[in-house]
């Protein structure tokens, strides 16, 4: 059974980098059927997705966080990462990991990613001085 | 960016009731509609993907409908593990995603 578990700082200062890590386990992160994302949740708030990787290290990013988001995956430690620069309070939330599947859409005839079928438990990063 | 819209924003249900949740989309997204529930503390859990398929191990009262803009999500009979908060997310934009401001549904 996968599970996902993100770890990092729970306190950033502002204008530094938030740095978080997902580790992937009871199943490998390389098995290419995956797209692997982050998606962030302020207090009392909704959900906000910031952006995804393919095991090969393709990206796609949230428009609104594209300039300061950087997202990686490490297949040997079965993990993948989250950078974000020049934080503000704003930034202030629970982080979520998750995993969506990949499948063929054969109406259209193209890849598509499905829904976030597994989630890790969220960790809260805290941005202030 | 496509634009997701939930009505009510809460919503006040008895054990039993039948509760239906609605989620509108600024453009079309086909099906690619997915259905979550929330509780305080947790992550979210997928109930529903491709607008209409129930999630494996997600109990038969949850049901979903809808494509093109608009979207339903219904709980047939109301179980108090059910009080929770509930998003929809699109994913038809393979640039983005994006999630619903969620509906809370809270014990009347």
């Known amino acids: 059974q996968v599970q996902l578990q993100e770890s990092g700082p729970g306190l950033v200062k502002p204008s530094q980098t938030l740095s978080l890590t997902c580790t992937v386990s009871?199943?490998?992160?390389?098995?290419?059927?995956?797209?692997w994302s982050w998606i962030r949740q302020p207090a009392g708030k909704g959900l906000e997705w910031i952006g995804r990787i393919y095991t090969s290290g393709s990206t796609n990013y949230n428009p609104s966080l594209k300039s300061r988001v950087t997202i990686s995956v490490d297949t040997s430690k079965n993990q993948f990462s989250l950078k974000l620069s020049s934080v503000t309070a704003a930034d202030t939330a629970v982080y979520y990991c998750?995993?969506?599947?990949?499948?063929?859409?054969?109406?259209?005839?193209?890849?598509?990613?499905?829904?976030?079928?597994?989630w890790g438990q969220g960790t809260m990063v805290t941005v202030s001085s | 960016d496509i634009q997701m819209t939930q009505s009510p924003s809460t919503l006040s249900a008895s054990v039993g009731d039948r509760v239906t949740i609605t989620c509108r989309a600024s453009?079309?997204?086909?099906?690619?509609l997915a259905w979550y529930q929330q509780k305080p503390g947790k992550a979210p859990k997928l109930l529903i993907y491709k607008a209409s398929s129930l999630e494996s191990g997600v109990p038969s009262r949850f049901s979903g409908s809808g494509s093109g803009t608009e979207f339903t999500l219904t709980i047939s009979s109301l179980q108090p593990d059910d009080f929770a908060t509930y998003y929809c997310?699109?994913?038809?934009?393979?640039?983005?995603?994006?999630f619903g401001p969620g509906t809370k549904v809270d014990i009347k």
């Open positions: 997310q699109q994913y038809n934009s393979y640039s983005g995603i994006t």
């Open positions: 009871g199943g490998s992160i390389s098995s290419g059927s995956y797209y």
């Open positions: 998750a995993r969506a599947k990949i499948f063929y859409d054969y109406v259209w005839g193209s890849y598509r990613v499905d829904a976030f079928d597994i």
């Open positions: 453009q079309s997204i086909s099906s690619w």
